[in-house]
């Protein structure tokens, strides 16, 4: 259980690790101005997460679903 869990936890570093280099070069502005988000890049932010693990959520449904079939049919 301990090698999946570690598989798990890697894959998810992953998955953040993209989602936090693919929203910062959609919403950040390249001139730093201040130390903190303006309201526009905080709401891009915003949206660009959400978006991100709502497509890693039905992604992961899918795969589920795929996988739930597979071994229906296996048992057959």
């Known amino acids: 259980v301990v ?12 998955l953040f690790n993209k989602m ?3 929203c910062y070069e ?7 101005k201040d130390g903190d988000l303006n309201v526009g ?11 991100y693990w709502q ?3 039905i992604v992961g449904s899918m795969l589920g679903a795929a996988d739930a ?8």
């Open 26 to 32: 959609k919403c950040m502005d390249k001139k730093f």
């Open 41 to 51: 890049e905080a709401a891009c932010v915003d949206r660009c997460t959400g978006k």
């Open 20 to 22: 936090v280099s693919s």
């Open 55 to 57: 497509t890693v959520g």
């Open 3 to 14: 090698p999946i869990a570690s598989q798990e936890m890697e894959y998810r570093v992953e």
């Open 69 to 76: 079939q597979a071994q229906q049919q296996q048992m057959r």
